[in-house]
């Protein structure tokens, strides 16, 4: 599971709906059991940087140059040599729990993540993590980014994001109505997009 992303609609993966939770774009979060096999009762799961991810992927490219310049260099897979196909597992080898995350973000937060436990979803496993031994010795690769990274990074992008809403939001009622003083009466007259010049408007 890659953390940095911004889903549109509801998110399916655990990292984005809790930022939306902690900056208050989401009222609370359901923990889907708390009676697996593992230390808090809660999910284990492998969580990846989305910077990380890339440069998981930058390195997957260098080992397909490598393969391409030398073939019989022992950093090449003899099933890549054979067909120029090979799989490695991206993640960082280690897994978190569902209330490691949310303790996670509160940290990040400063902020108590409203959570509830629910039922079980069917098929859920208890625990599910990387073995990224194959993609350290072939890509020469290995996650930096701890959880306390990504919860910092994922919170900021959901508060500059709920700034941007806003700002946006100003900007065109501002530029829909503009406001002219005449006589103590209000009167209100379409503004062309020409006559608005403003640096607020993010892209």
Known sequence: MSAGEDPCGVPNNLM???AQVAVGRRDKLTVFGDNYDTPD????RDYLHVCDLAEGHLAALRYIERAAADTSDASITEGFRASGLDVFNLGTGNGASVLEMIAAMEKASGKKVNYVIG???SGDIDTC???TTKAERYLQWKSKKTLDDMCSGSLFLNIALVMRI???AYCCLYM?????LCNN???FRLVELA???SPWIWQ
């Open 16 to 18: 984005p709906f809790v």
């Open 41 to 44: 009762g809660t999910g284990v």
């Open 119 to 121: 039922a079980r979803r």
């Open 129 to 131: 993590y990387a073995n």
């Open 166 to 168: 806003v700002y946006n």
């Open 176 to 180: 829909i109505f503009h406001v002219t």
């Open 185 to 187: 009466c209000c009167q």
């Open 195 to 197: 006559e608005f010049e």
